[in-house]
């Protein structure tokens, strides 16, 4: 009896082990993912740092280290393959000329498209995208290779930036404007 008990718990043992090495084979066979890509494994999102028949070994951008057994993964999404997506938002305020901001837009994009070998495609100015409370946002997108697209925003964003000082296109702050009764006075305050 013990040893029917025994070959019982075996064979569920072998049979996760078995479906762990299955399920490794296909992946490896199928090249879902690799060594170095950015994934998200249900849920858990990292860099796939090693991958073996049974295992899979991703480390999120804490540092953690996720191994998960191959049988186990479910849905995989591989943001390392193809084109990654940059999506710059940059506000300016209500008295600001949209066109001229658009057109200082397309021109930095058209400088960095051709400067920086990381955009493969764009950037492309999209436009007015939202009106907030005290902000026109306008929307460039821009392609580039994976795990490029972080770097690229933050390089973006600093062209825009600078180029908007240059040609003195106010990036907005929040602001009140204060009425009071009986005294036509208007104030206005600046929140920072």
């Given at each position: 009896a013990t040893a029917g008990v025994g070959g019982l718990a075996l064979g569920f043992g072998a049979q996760n082990l078995v479906r762990d090495v299955i399920t490794g084979f296909f992946i490896l066979?199928?090249?879902?993912?690799?060594?170095?890509?950015?994934?998200?494994?249900?849920?858990?999102?990292?860099?796939?740092?090693?991958?073996?028949?049974?295992?899979?070994?991703?480390?999120?951008?804490?540092?953690?280290?996720?191994?998960?057994?191959?049988?186990?993964?479910?849905?995989?999404?591989?943001?390392?393959?193809?084109?990654?997506?940059?999506?710059?938002?940059?506000?300016?305020?209500?008295?600001?000329?949209?066109?001229?901001?658009?057109?200082?837009?397309?021109?930095?994009?058209?400088?960095?498209?051709?400067?920086?070998?990381?955009?493969?495609?764009?950037?492309?100015?999209?436009?007015?995208?939202?009106?907030?409370?005290?902000?026109v946002v306008l929307s460039v997108l821009a392609k580039t290779v994976p795990m490029e697209q972080w770097a690229v925003e933050r390089e973006m964003r600093k062209a825009y930036k600078l180029a908007f000082d240059r040609e003195g296109i106010e990036i907005p702050y929040p602001r009140r404007v204060v009425y009071q009764r009986g005294n036509d006075q208007k104030n206005v305050n600046s929140e920072q």
């Open positions: 066979f199928e090249n879902q993912f690799s060594v170095g890509d950015y994934v998200e494994v249900d849920g858990s999102g990292g860099i796939v740092e090693e991958m073996a028949l049974r295992v899979t070994k991703v480390r999120d951008f804490n540092g953690d280290l996720h191994i998960v057994p191959n049988g186990a993964i479910n849905h995989v999404v591989n943001k390392s393959n193809g084109k990654m997506r940059s999506w710059v938002n940059i506000s300016i305020a209500y008295e600001e000329d949209i066109e001229k901001a658009l057109e200082v837009l397309r021109q930095e994009s058209e400088k960095l498209g051709q400067s920086d070998d990381r955009i493969i495609e764009g950037p492309i100015v999209l436009g007015v995208t939202d009106l907030g409370d005290s902000e």
